[in-house]
C-alpha cells in the first residue's frame, strides 16, 4: 500500500519561511520521480517543483529562486524548503510520486498573511 504523508504546513507573514516534508511508503522511492503541487481552491493543480530519482530539479517560474526541493533517498522523504513566501502561494501543497503510476498524498495547508 504506497502512503505519501506530508508535513510542515500552516500559517505564516508574508516574507516567511516554511519547510514541508513527504514520507513515503510501499514504493521503490529511489526509482520514483517526486514532487511538490499545489492547488488553490476552484483552481487547477499545479507544478511547484520535481526532482528526478537521479536528483535533477525544476521549478516552477513563480517559485524559482524562493524555494528549495530536495530528497533522502535513505530517509524515503523530500522536502521542500519555501523563502520569502508571498500571500499567492497559499495553497494546499500535495506529494507526488510518479514512475508508471501517479501517487499523491492527502496535502497540508500552507497559508501566507499579507
Known amino acids: 500500500q504506497v502512503q505519501l504523508v506530508e508535513s510542515g504546513g500552516g500559517l505564516v507573514q508574508s516574507g516567511g519561511s516554511l519547510r514541508l516534508s513527504c514520507a513515503a511508503s510501499?514504493?521503490?522511492?529511489?526509482?520514483?520521480?517526486m514532487g511538490w503541487y499545489r492547488q488553490v481552491l476552484g483552481k487547477q493543480r499545479e507544478l511547484v517543483a520535481r526532482?528526478?530519482?537521479?536528483?535533477?530539479?525544476n521549478y516552477s517560474d513563480s517559485v524559482k529562486g524562493r524555494f528549495t526541493i530536495s530528497r533522502d533517498n535513505a530517509k524515503n522523504m523530500i522536502f521542500l524548503q519555501m523563502n520569502s513566501l508571498k500571500p499567492e502561494d497559499t495553497a494546499v501543497y500535495y506529494c507526488?510520486?510518479?514512475?508508471?503510476?501517479?501517487?499523491w498524498g492527502q496535502g497540508t495547508q500552507v497559508t501566507v498573511s499579507s
Open positions: 507526488n510520486a510518479r514512475n508508471w503510476f501517479d501517487y
Open positions: 526532482i528526478t530519482s537521479g536528483g535533477s530539479t
Open positions: 510501499g514504493i521503490i522511492f529511489s526509482r520514483h520521480t
